[in-house]
């Protein structure tokens, strides 16, 4: 993991555990993963684990999920009030689990240690077909933020796509649109639901060769690529031929990196001024 994305540019935090802070002891509950993260200026990529000798339904769910493929298991989706969107959730008639206030301890940038908390609203395991999808509120973005851990040598600055390969894109786009609070509107490339900041695509699977270069992945639906902001793609496609890594498209707007070279889903590069939106596509 930190050795394929370090080769990608992506320097990864320590790895910390995720407990729930009981609200009437206080005492933190180990939830049974971990993570490191590949942060960047706006969002990040997280890395789970499970945490060897405990038994909950998160590190089963998750020991379960990596069994079945190597990719992205979990898209995250981040809300100024975690606990109202909960009722709405609800109230659509979305299945979910207990809200959870989770805690993490690590290091902060003046070397002490310091306690990043975030309230997580999780969809019942398996009602979403789409993968696990929750959404949470950040209470100390300035503990996760820190920029020692951002990339710099790959110019890649932030998160702008998920792409999902999925059997029938209407009725995915449809389901995520909602969790969401969206719209789901069909493109020329696919339905797509446009989110605040960045979007989300989906695909069916025997399209992905001729969008995105690459073959989808046998376990559908699956998310196969995410989408990256770059501030200077010169200098992303540079440090990615340095390192040797594959490129499965390198086109002047857009750059590809094979599913093998991160971990089971593409990473697709866009320059800053081509983010794609609705009204902004790449073939």
Same mark, same amino acid.
């Given at each position: 993991?930190?050795?394929?994305?370090?080769?990608?540019?992506? #320097?990864?935090? #320590?790895?910390?555990?995720?407990?729930?802070?009981?609200?009437?002891?206080?005492?933190?509950?180990?939830?049974?993963?971990?993570?490191?993260?590949?942060?960047? /200026?706006?969002?990040?990529?997280?890395?789970?684990?499970?945490? /060897?000798?405990? /038994?909950?339904?998160?590190?089963?769910?998750?020991?379960?999920?990596?069994?079945?493929?190597?990719?992205?298991?979990?898209?995250?989706?981040?809300?100024?009030?975690?606990?109202?969107?909960?009722?709405?959730?609800?109230?659509?008639?979305?299945?979910?689990?207990?809200?959870?206030?989770?805690?993490?301890?690590?290091?902060?940038?003046?070397?002490?240690?310091?306690?990043?908390?975030?309230?997580?609203?999780?969809?019942?395991?398996?009602?979403?077909?789409?993968?696990?999808?929750?959404?949470?509120?950040?209470?100390?973005?300035?503990?996760?933020?820190?920029?020692?851990?951002?990339?710099?040598?790959?110019?890649?600055?932030?998160?702008?796509?998920?792409?999902?390969?999925?059997?029938?894109?209407?009725?995915?786009?449809?389901?995520?649109?909602?969790?969401?609070?969206?719209?789901?509107? /069909?493109?020329?490339?696919?339905?797509?639901?446009?989110?605040?900041?960045?979007?989300?695509?989906?695909?069916?699977?025997?399209?992905?060769?001729?969008?995105?270069?690459?073959?989808?992945? #046998?376990?559908?639906?699956?998310?196969?690529?995410?989408?990256?902001?770059?501030?200077d793609l010169g200098k992303t496609r540079e440090f990615m031929r340095a390192q040797g890594v594959h490129l499965a498209v390198d086109e002047p707007n857009r750059l590809i990196v094979e599913p093998d070279e991160a971990l089971g889903s593409a990473l697709i590069v866009y320059p800053a001024h081509e983010v794609p939106t609705l009204g902004n596509?790449? #073939?």
């Amino acid at each position: 993991m930190a050795r394929s994305f370090g080769r990608l540019g992506f #320097p990864l935090t #320590p790895s910390s555990i995720h407990g729930d802070r009981d609200p009437e002891t206080g005492a933190i509950i180990p939830q049974g993963s971990a993570n490191r993260l590949a942060v960047l /200026e706006r969002g990040y990529l997280e890395f789970l684990s499970d945490v /060897e000798g405990t /038994e909950t339904p998160v590190g089963n769910h998750l020991r379960r999920e990596m069994d079945r493929y190597v990719g992205v298991h979990l898209i995250a989706f981040s809300v100024s009030d975690a606990v109202g969107e909960a009722d709405r959730l609800a109230g659509d008639g979305f299945r979910l689990q207990p809200t959870v206030n989770l805690r993490r301890t690590i290091e902060g940038a003046d070397g002490a240690d310091v306690e990043v908390a975030f309230t997580v609203v999780r969809a019942e395991f398996g009602s979403i077909p789409e993968g696990r999808i929750q959404t949470l509120t950040h209470h100390s973005p300035e503990h996760v933020w820190q920029r020692r851990y951002m990339a710099r040598e790959n110019g890649i600055v932030g998160l702008a796509e998920v792409v999902f390969s999925v059997a029938d894109p209407v009725a995915s786009a449809g389901r995520l649109a909602k969790f969401t609070g969206r719209s789901a509107i /069909e493109t020329e490339t696919g339905m797509s639901v446009q989110l605040d900041r960045g979007k989300l695509t989906f695909f069916e699977p025997k399209d992905v060769p001729r969008k995105l270069g690459i073959q989808a992945m #046998p376990e559908a639906p699956a998310t196969v690529a995410i989408g990256l902001i770059s501030h200077d793609l010169g200098k992303t496609r540079e440090f990615m031929r340095a390192q040797g890594v594959h490129l499965a498209v390198d086109e002047p707007n857009r750059l590809i990196v094979e599913p093998d070279e991160a971990l089971g889903s593409a990473l697709i590069v866009y320059p800053a001024h081509e983010v794609p939106t609705l009204g902004n596509e790449s #073939p």
